[in-house]
């Protein structure tokens, strides 16, 4: 298991995003998230969202389909999203494991247009093998989706933006690798287990009040 981290989100981080002295410190919150950063981080209308849309807590997660620990997480974010009915979970595609990992997060956006994300994703997860050209169509067909329609949609312009913005949002952040989970003003990444999991959002409520 890859060594993890807790860390509080840094406005100094984030200075590139734009000015952070409107965001007022507090001894509760010493390192608030800048609401800019929160909208685009939460709120990106490429990224899909599971669980309840309208939940009282976000938790993003950022992911590649051929990284070990984002796969053994699959069942642990399923859990956590079934015992928690005010979650909204957000998914942020990083391929950051080379060039199937890029083919396999635009085919898995791209699959939102025929309404089986969840599916397919999950399927993508579960592949024994390396995510490549071959086994992620392999995988699309099995799930149902129209390969035609999947490889026209792999290149709309949406795609493309939320993998950029997911890129550029982690490289603010200093984000060390996947899969890190991301609520309220705090981030963990490396494999978690259930009650890690809902420790975290319920700090991330408690800080968002």
């Known amino acids: 298991m890859p060594s993890r981290r807790l860390f509080l989100v840094s406005t100094a981080a984030f200075a590139g995003l734009g000015p952070v002295s409107a965001f007022a410190q507090s ?46 997480m699959v069942g642990t974010v399923q859990k956590l999203i079934s015992s928690d009915p005010q979650l909204r979970v957000v998914y942020r595609e990083w391929p950051v494991f080379g060039e199937g990992s890029y083919f396999a997060a635009q085919a898995s956006l791209a699959s939102l247009k025929q309404g089986k994300y969840w599916q397919f994703h999950a399927a993508l997860m579960g592949l024994k093998e390396r995510a490549v050209e071959a086994t992620v169509m392999r995988t699309a067909r099995k799930v149902g989706l129209d390969e035609d329609k999947l490889r026209a949609d792999m290149k709309l312009p949406e795609v493309e933006k939320h993998i950029r913005n997911s890129s550029e949002l982690a490289e603010h952040m200093g984000l060390m690798g996947t899969p890190t989970f991301i609520t309220g003003d705090e981030g963990m990444f490396g494999e978690m287990t259930l009650k890690e999991m809902q420790e975290l959002v319920a700090r991330g409520r408690k800080t968002l009040g």
């Open 27 to 72: 001894a509760d919150r010493p390192n608030p998230m800048p609401e800019e950063l929160r909208k685009d981080l939460e709120r990106d209308p490429t990224a899909p969202v599971l669980g309840n849309p309208k939940g009282d807590i976000t938790l993003t997660e950022f992911f590649d389909y051929n990284c070990p620990f984002c796969r053994k």
